[in-house]
C-alpha cells in the first residue's frame, strides 16, 4: 500500500531585518525637456570693403559666440559681385534669444 506522503511544510519567511532600511530603487535625475532645434541661415554679401567687416551671433544667458563671419580671403569669382552671396548656418534652440555683433576695422 502506498504510504501518505507528508504534506510540505511552509517554507519559513525571511526574518525582518531591524538594522536594514527598505531603499527603493535607484532611478535616473529626471532630464530636461528636449525641444527640436531649428536650423537658421544667415545671408551675406561682401559689400565694398568686404576685408573690413565682419560680425558675430552671440545667443543665450550668458551670450556665448555661436557663429563667426569667415576671415575675407580676397575676391570673389567676378571680382566683388553684387550678388555673391555666402551663407552661415546655425541650429538652435526655438525662442533663444541673440545679438548680432558686427564690426568695421576702419571705423
Known amino acids: ?8 511544510s511552509p517554507e519559513p519567511s525571511p526574518e525582518p531585518c531591524p538594522d ?10 529626471p ?6 532645434l531649428a536650423y537658421y541661415t544667415i ?20 551670450r ?3 557663429l563667426s563671419s569667415a576671415p575675407y580671403t580676397g575676391s ?3 571680382g566683388l559681385c553684387p550678388d555673391f552671396q555666402t551663407e552661415y548656418g546655425v541650429s538652435l534652440s ?3 534669444e541673440c545679438e548680432l555683433h558686427m564690426y568695421d576695422s576702419s571705423g
Open 31 to 36: 532630464s530636461p525637456p528636449s525641444h527640436p
Open 64 to 66: 556665448e559666440d555661436v
Open 1 to 8: 500500500s502506498p504510504e501518505p506522503s507528508p504534506e510540505p
Open 43 to 62: 545671408t551675406t554679401t561682401p559689400g565694398e570693403y568686404p576685408s573690413e567687416v565682419s560680425w558675430d551671433l552671440r545667443c543665450g544667458s550668458p
Open 94 to 96: 526655438p525662442g533663444v
Open 76 to 78: 570673389d569669382e567676378c
Open 20 to 29: 536594514c532600511q527598505e531603499q527603493s530603487p535607484a532611478r535616473p535625475p
